[in-house]
């Protein structure tokens, strides 16, 4: 018997949470797309088509979706993964960076041996809304001396204008704008 149901496609499966993490917040879940086979395969392939023949020695996922998408987009790439973490997650010796978020304040961590300086690498991360946590994540890279390739997110929130936040020369690559 063969399975006639139409395919859903990995946007339908996103949901809008209102007033998370706090009132005012839309946040878009994504957890419904990962949880579904389809769903998860379209969001990794969406992630890693611009990416084919960049030469990416390593993706960057920022905590914590960006370890998901991340972790499976080095698989894919045939990469390394390196997590950037929210403070004291790291156990050993680390290079830190606070931003700001649309909703308040945070910081992001590396092992300052991540990866060699030159290493070509991707940034991810679920969202890019202001542009807070991405400019942190390019400052370490900058500071380990990594050749980002670019970054890339699975959904860009237009209205907040992070795009125009980052350095122009960077590479941007965006699965859904909304």
Not at 99 to 119: F, M, N, R, S
Request: aromatic share 4%.
């Amino acid at each position: 018997m063969c399975n006639t149901a139409p395919r859903r496609a990995w946007t339908d499966l996103v949901r809008d949470v209102p007033d998370f993490p706090k009132p005012g917040i839309r946040f878009k879940d994504i957890t419904p797309a990962l949880a579904d086979p389809q769903g998860l395969a379209q969001v990794v392939e969406a992630l890693i088509a611009p990416w084919h023949g960049a030469g990416v020695q390593a993706v960057v996922g920022i905590e914590a979706r960006g370890f998901i998408l991340g972790a499976a987009m080095a698989q894919a790439l045939g990469a390394g993964f390196v997590a950037m973490r929210k403070p004291g997650k790291l156990p050993a010796r680390t290079l830190s960076q606070s931003y700001g978020l649309e909703y308040g304040k945070d910081c992001l961590e590396v092992h300052e041996d991540a990866l060699p300086a030159g290493t070509r690498v991707v940034i991810v991360d679920d969202v890019l809304a202001t542009g807070g946590t991405l400019g942190a994540a390019l400052a370490l890279c900058a500071r380990l001396r990594l050749d980002v390739q670019g970054i890339g997110v699975l959904i860009e929130l237009e209205a907040l204008a992070g795009r125009a936040r980052l350095p122009a020369q960077v590479r941007i690559e965006t699965a859904l704008r909304v």
